[in-house]
C-alpha cells in the first residue's frame, strides 16, 4: 500500500509541474512521468496486462506529442475574468469533493471487490474458454462485443485523424490561401 | 533542419536501430501471439509493432520507413484487421450465436489453444498496429509540411 501512495504522491507532483511549467517539452516529459507512474501502480495492483498496455501507449503518445506538436506555442489564457473563473473553479471543485465523498460510501472497501460476474469467470474461465490469461478470456470471449466496439472506436479515430490531416487538403487549402498556418 | 531530419539521424542511432528493430517487432509478434497464455494481448503487442515502425521513421526518416511499409499498405492492412475481427465474430453463428467460440479450444498453457482467441489477437494486432503507426505517420509529416511553409 504504501509504494502506492508514494508513486500517487509522485504522479501528483508531475501532473502539477506538467500544467505549470513552461517549456513545451518538459511537460510533455512530465505527463510521461504521470503515465509511468500510472503503469507502475498497475504492476503493483497485480495487473500486468493493464501495466503492458499503459506502458506503450505512454511511449507512443509521447514520441507523438514531441514530434508532433512540441514547436507549435501555447495559447495564451486571458487574465481578465480571473475572479469569475477562480470562483467558478471552486464551486465546480466542492461540488466535485461532495459528490465524490458520497459515491466513496457506496463502493466496496479498496481491495475487496464484490465479484458477482467476476467470480464466475475466475471459477469456470479456463474450462469454458482455454485460455490461461484471464483477461484475453474475458476481452475476446466473454466481452467479445464489447471489444468490437472498442476496435470500431480506434477505427474512426484513425479515420478522423487520417481525414483531418491528410495530404490532399493541405494543398489545395496552400494554393488557394497559403496563410492556413500561423 | 528540415531536409536534415528528412534523412534521419545519425549514424550511432542508425546502427542501434538496424540492431533493435528487429528486436522490438518480434518482442511485438511475441506479446500478440501468447496474448491468450501469458499477460499481454492483440492491442498492447499491436502498439508493440507499431512502436518498431515509429523507431524506424525517428531514426532513417519517412523515404525508408515508407520503403517498408507503404502508405497504401498501412490502410490495406488496417482494414483487413477490422474486418477480419468482425469475419471471426460471424463465424460463431456456425455454433450458434455471435463471437461464439466454435474453434477447438485445446489445452491450457499451449500456444494452439483457446479457440478464436489467437486469431482475433492476431486481427487487433493488424488493426492497432496499422493504425496507430497511420496516425503518427500524419501527424510528423503534417509538422514536416507546417515546417516547410514556415521556411
Known amino acids: 500500500m504504501l ?11 508531475g501532473a502539477v509541474i506538467a500544467i505549470e511549467i513552461k517549456s513545451l517539452l518538459s511537460s510533455v516529459i512530465a505527463v510521461g512521468a504521470v503515465g509511468m507512474g500510472l503503469s507502475l501502480i498497475a504492476l503493483i495492483l497485480n495487473a500486468p496486462d493493464v501495466a503492458i498496455t499503459q506502458l ?5 503518445s509521447v514520441i507523438i506529442l514531441i514530434r508532433a506538436t512540441i514547436k507549435k506555442d501555447l495559447p495564451e489564457s486571458t487574465t481578465e475574468q480571473r475572479v469569475m473563473s477562480g470562483v467558478a473553479a471552486l464551486v465546480f471543485l466542492a461540488a466535485l469533493v461532495l459528490v ?5 460510501k457506496e ?3 479498496f481491495g475487496q471487490p464484490i465479484m458477482r460476474v467476476a467470480g464466475e469467470y475466475l471459477a469456470n474461465g479456463v474450462q469454458e474458454t482455454g485460455a490461461t490469461n484471464i483477461v484475453a478470456s474475458i476481452l475476446l470471449d466473454y466481452r467479445g462485443y464489447d471489444t468490437l466496439g472498442e476496435a470500431t472506436v480506434l477505427f474512426t479515430a484513425v479515420l478522423g ?13 496552400k494554393s488557394g490561401g497559403g496563410s492556413d498556418h500561423e | 533542419m528540415s531536409k536534415e531530419r528528412e534523412q534521419g539521424m545519425s549514424l550511432i542511432v542508425k546502427t542501434i536501430t538496424r540492431l533493435t528493430v528487429g528486436l522490438i517487432l518480434l518482442y511485438g509478434i511475441y506479446i500478440v501471439t501468447h496474448g491468450h497464455v501469458s499477460p499481454g494481448g492483440g492491442f498492447a503487442g499491436g502498439v ?11 531514426a532513417f526518416g519517412k523515404d525508408t520507413a515508407f520503403k517498408v511499409l507503404s502508405e497504401s499498405m498501412m490502410s490495406i492492412l488496417e482494414s ?14 456456425v455454433g450458434g450465436h455471435f ?13 494452439f489453444s483457446a479457440g478464436i482467441i489467437l486469431p482475433c489477437n492476431i486481427a487487433i494486432c493488424l488493426k492497432v498496429g496499422a493504425g496507430l503507426f497511420a496516425i503518427a505517420v500524419a501527424l510528423v509529416l503534417l509538422k514536416l509540411a507546417v515546417e516547410k511553409e514556415e521556411k
Do not use: C
Request: cysteine-free; overall charge positive; proline content about 5%.
Open chain 1, 100 to 104: 465524490g465523498i458520497a459515491v466513496f
Open chain 1, 161 to 173: 485523424v487520417l481525414t483531418v490531416v491528410r495530404r490532399q487538403g493541405k494543398k489545395s487549402e
Open chain 2, 48 to 58: 508493440i509493432i507499431a512502436l518498431a515502425f515509429v523507431h524506424l521513421l525517428l
Open chain 2, 80 to 93: 483487413t484487421g477490422a474486418l477480419l475481427f468482425l469475419l471471426i465474430a460471424l463465424i460463431g453463428f
Open chain 1, 3 to 13: 509504494a502506492i501512495y508514494i508513486v500517487l504522491m509522485l504522479m501528483i507532483i
Open chain 1, 107 to 109: 463502493i466496496p472497501p
Open chain 2, 99 to 111: 463471437f461464439m467460440n466454435v474453434l477447438p479450444k485445446g489445452h491450457p498453457f499451449n500456444l
Open chain 1, 56 to 60: 506503450v501507449v505512454e511511449i507512443i
